[in-house]
């Protein structure tokens, strides 16, 4: 138990069964009337963002959430197989855990997996990841119509806009929050 005071970014609280991360929050004090704190909460589950406003210093539920450092082994059916560094215990996720992150996931990338009551919630990867270019078409010299960009199949499956000197078989960075081109991986 907490109160509304104890509140930061990032903590994840249990409001009637659901499990909610902290976006931000603003303690507002009014000229008249009781102090207030305005919050923007996403569900951990669903993604949903809501605006929530809770009256100062209230009790609130802090879930409490395990992160453990963890290996994308395989895939195995519609899971993703996963391994504890520390444990060596592994742990199947299904797909719908790891959403979107499974589009820049190869055999032994690092990942980090919330767990609560045993439950994987979800998986945050690292800022970058270094994929190989499966596919792309040559860049043609002098062509700037496409800004100076062209599509490229990485070996995730995923197709990204790289810049024209891109070739074949070179290994890129790429973002995982949006999947953008970062630069030559070394």
Same mark, same amino acid.
Do not use: C
């Given at each position: 138990?907490?109160?509304?005071? !104890?509140?930061?970014?990032?903590?994840?609280?249990?409001?009637?069964?659901? +499990?909610?991360?902290?976006?931000?929050?603003?303690?507002? /004090?009014?000229? /008249?009337?009781?102090?207030?704190?305005?919050?923007?909460?996403?569900?951990? +589950?669903?993604? /949903?963002?809501?605006?929530?406003?809770?009256?100062?210093?209230?009790?609130?539920?802090?879930?409490? %959430?395990?992160?453990?450092?963890?290996?994308? %082994?395989?895939?195995? @059916?519609?899971?993703?197989?996963?391994?504890?560094?520390?444990?060596?215990?592994?742990?199947?996720?299904?797909?719908? =855990?790891?959403? !979107?992150?499974?589009?820049?996931? +190869?055999?032994?990338?690092?990942?980090?997996?919330?767990?609560?009551?045993?439950?994987?919630?979800?998986?945050? %990867?690292?800022?970058?990841?270094?994929?190989?270019?499966?596919? =792309?078409?040559? @860049?043609?010299?002098? !062509?700037?119509?496409?800004? @100076? =960009? /062209?599509?490229?199949?990485?070996?995730?499956?995923?197709?990204?806009?790289?810049? +024209?000197?891109?070739?074949?078989?070179?290994?890129? %960075?790429?973002?995982?929050?949006?999947?953008?081109?970062?630069?030559?991986?070394?």
């Amino acid at each position: 138990m907490a109160t509304t005071n !104890d509140l930061k970014n990032g903590m994840t609280l249990d409001i009637e069964g659901q +499990l909610w991360n902290v976006v931000e929050f603003q303690h507002v /004090k009014p000229g /008249k009337g009781p102090a207030f704190v305005r919050t923007k909460l996403k569900q951990v +589950l669903t993604g /949903k963002v809501v605006d929530k406003t809770f009256n100062a210093g209230i009790k609130i539920d802090i879930a409490i %959430l395990e992160k453990r450092e963890m290996n994308f %082994l395989y895939k195995e @059916g519609e899971d993703f197989v996963f391994m504890d560094n520390k444990t060596f215990d592994q742990m199947n996720i299904s797909a719908a =855990t790891v959403g !979107d992150s499974a589009q820049y996931m +190869l055999e032994n990338t690092e990942a980090i997996v919330a767990i609560h009551e045993n439950n994987p919630l979800y998986i945050e %990867l690292p800022a970058s990841v270094v994929l190989t270019v499966t596919y =792309t078409e040559p @860049g043609l010299q002098g !062509d700037r119509s496409s800004g @100076g =960009t /062209k599509p490229a199949t990485v070996e995730t499956g995923i197709q990204i806009q790289v810049p +024209l000197f891109i070739k074949q078989d070179e290994k890129v %960075l790429v973002d995982t929050r949006d999947g953008s081109y970062l630069g030559r991986a070394n």
